[in-house]
């Protein structure tokens, strides 16, 4: 079997969307085992997927683990590597992989960092945009064209659909969970999912606009719709806030705590 070796790491949601792209490539290249590197958080997101043969994970931010990561790659020649990080600890373990083609992000011989011409359309909207950041922004601005649909043509396969299998201790979760809160009583239930993670804070509404958006949905929807709270451990602090807030509005709504500690399969479940 011809390897493939997909490194992405971050953010979760990137990591997500980033599924897309297997189908198209089992299909254009059927014998191939697809070997994907990303973080330890985000581990769940591609470990069940039935087309993904190996899961290897590393913190992009430890030179002692992507030393350790590089050692054990470098025993493997990979047909093709595709590098979709821009991170310089994943962009030197993309260059020091053996493999016959690569597709993304890497460093130069002067160890700076640079990305293939095949996946322009992509990077050239990114932190590493050759063209500059204003331009990078404009292009990003300007772009009508989805995250599957550009990395499928930048990889000449057909465009899929990003897919996260439920294991069924998951779905028995989210309906128990559902089930215990009579969460679906109204016929209406609105998930709020809080955060913008570490590095998109200026994406995340306020605690205040937050509640304010509670405000008007629920008058919206005459009184009938249920609010799940959603996050992680970094959101506890912030939906506390939301959740005592949103009580104290002139009509309160019906807010239902989603939990801050479930796991990334309990999350999607719910």
Not at 11 to 19: N, S
Not at 87 to 109: H, I, N, Q, T, Y
Not at 236 to 249: D, F, Q, S, V
Request: proline share 5%; with cysteine.
């Amino acid at each position: 079997m011809d390897p493939i070796l997909i490194l992405k790491t971050g953010a979760l949601g990137d990591v997500l969307r980033t599924t897309s792209i297997l189908e198209g490539l089992k299909r254009r290249y059927p014998d191939a085992a697809i070997h994907w590197v990303t973080a330890h958080a985000a581990r769940d997101l591609v470990d069940l997927h039935p087309l993904v043969d190996r899961v290897l994970c590393v913190d992009p931010g430890s030179d002692a683990e992507l030393r350790e990561l590089g050692d054990g790659l470098a025993r493997a020649t990979f047909s093709r590597v595709l590098s979709f990080d821009d991170e310089p600890g994943m962009c030197a373990l993309a260059s020091r992989v053996e493999k016959a083609s690569l597709s993304g992000a890497f460093l130069d011989a002067s160890g700076e960092r640079r990305y293939t011409e095949d996946v322009a359309p992509w990077f050239d909207m990114g932190l590493l945009s050759v063209h500059g950041k204003e331009a990078a922004d404009r292009m990003k601005v300007e772009n009508d064209r989805s995250h599957p649909a550009i990395f499928a043509d930048m990889l000449g396969i057909d465009v899929g659909r990003p897919e996260l299998p439920s294991p069924p201790a998951a779905e028995a979760f989210a309906e128990r969970f559902a089930r215990e809160r009579e969460l679906a009583a109204g016929g209406i239930v609105v998930g709020l999912n809080t955060g913008a993670g570490g590095r998109w804070k200026t994406k995340e509404l306020s605690v205040e606009r937050t509640v304010e958006l509670v405000r008007l949905l629920d008058e919206h929807f005459g009184g009938r719709a249920a609010f799940l709270v959603l996050g992680g451990p970094a959101e506890a602090e912030r939906n506390a806030r939301i959740l005592a807030m949103a009580t104290e509005l002139d009509r309160a709504p019906r807010m239902v705590d989603g939990g801050s500690d479930n796991s990334i399969a309990q999350f999607a479940g719910l």
